[in-house]
């Protein structure tokens, strides 16, 4: 069984950064591409970038292209997604997701989850 589990989040002032990490065990040979979502108060949780298995294929929603950067080390089973530029508005419970398959940005397409870490952002 694949477990993820998130840390890095905090609380940082707007044009701040912050990196995630996600560090992955069990099950690795039944994953390939990973990903970051994110879920607002009051809102759905939403795609925020994602990174195929070798990591040379990305993908980001547009409200952080630019801002944020996925990235990968499979040799220390971690996932890490870089945020610079932050804004009020990417306040937010960050999720690692993981599935057995190519790169996607649908959360139904995502098998496994962690239980998130929390990014607040002040204005």
């Known amino acids: 069984q694949v477990q993820l589990v998130e840390s890095g989040g905090g609380l940082v002032q707007a044009g701040g950064s912050l990196r995630l990490s996600c560090a992955v065990s069990g099950g690795l040979f039944s994953i390939d591409a990973m990903g970051w979502f994110r879920q607002a108060p009051g809102k759905k949780r939403e795609f925020a970038a994602a990174i195929n298995w070798g990591g040379d294929t990305t993908d980001y929603a547009d409200s952080v292209k630019g801002r944020f950067t996925i990235s990968r080390d499979n040799a220390k089973k971690m996932v890490y997604l870089q945020m610079n530029s932050l804004k009020f508005e990417d306040t937010a419970v960050y999720y690692c997701?993981?599935?057995?398959?190519?790169?996607?940005?649908?959360?139904?397409?995502?098998?496994?989850w962690g239980q998130g870490t929390q990014v607040t952002v002040s204005s």
């Open positions: 997701a993981a599935r057995p398959g190519p790169i996607s940005n649908g959360e139904y397409e995502y098998t496994y």
